[in-house]
């Protein structure tokens, strides 16, 4: 069906994260990928969903070194091992408030997300729940996935069919993979359109895991901001949502762009891999 073009891991949830050729996956998804989060003392993790709030943690980079530790690259460059305390004192200047990072994810963490304009930008009973908090930001507010600082999906992948399509829909827009942190970006040899769109159900056999296909992953405003040298594009996300709306679950048409993911089984994953799509059992 396709190859492995790209794998992606975030070693802290919502810094920019680090390509990678190889990876393991276990049940919980990549190795290393969401390990930390950067959390506040109301019980916030740390999200770029809500920009006003976490967005200066897209000019920090996490990357896991030659011994296994997460390492955080602050926007003047200083490098610091994640369980250092002065990255603590750094990150709370960084966003102007007490902040810390944690492997721990608390049992009532809440994840803030900005609710866009644009229709399909989140479901519309989400919506009408929406609050203004003291940044000026109109928000919701839900929790991560169950013991992960994942929003859902273990493994998020993305198709060049689908970025090469949405660049004819906004040819001003810079459609980099990088915008929709991905863990694995996917040739799909020329498909055209969305070909993940029909694999809701199905398996995919990559490398020695093998994964099944849940739900098409519905956007936020993330991909249109700001991400190292790509700059901020509000198109970016009004263009999905103008082309591409399709049915989550009972939550109605949103927009989404790539699929979730959940692991059936471990093993490792290379840039090159071949890909198969298997009919669900």
Partial sequence: MGTVTALYRYPVKSMLGEAVIAVAVTKRGFTGDRAYAVLDETGAVGSAKHPRKWGALLRCRSRVDESGVVQVVLPDGTALPVEDPDLDVRLSELLGRQVFVSAVVPEHGRLERAVPEYE???PEAVRETAAVDATGASITTGSVAPGTFFDFGRVHLVTTASLARMRTVHPGGDFDARRFRPNLVVNTDGE???????????????????FRVVVPTPRCVMPALAHDELPADPGIMRAVAREHRVPVFDLGRLSCLGVYLDVLEAGAVRVGDTITVQEAA
Wanted: cysteine-free; aromatic content about 10%.
């Fill in 120 to 122: 399909g930008g989140v």
């Fill in 192 to 210: 055209p359109g969305f070909p993940e769109d029909a694999w809701p159900g199905s398996r995919l056999r990559v490398g020695e895991a093998l």
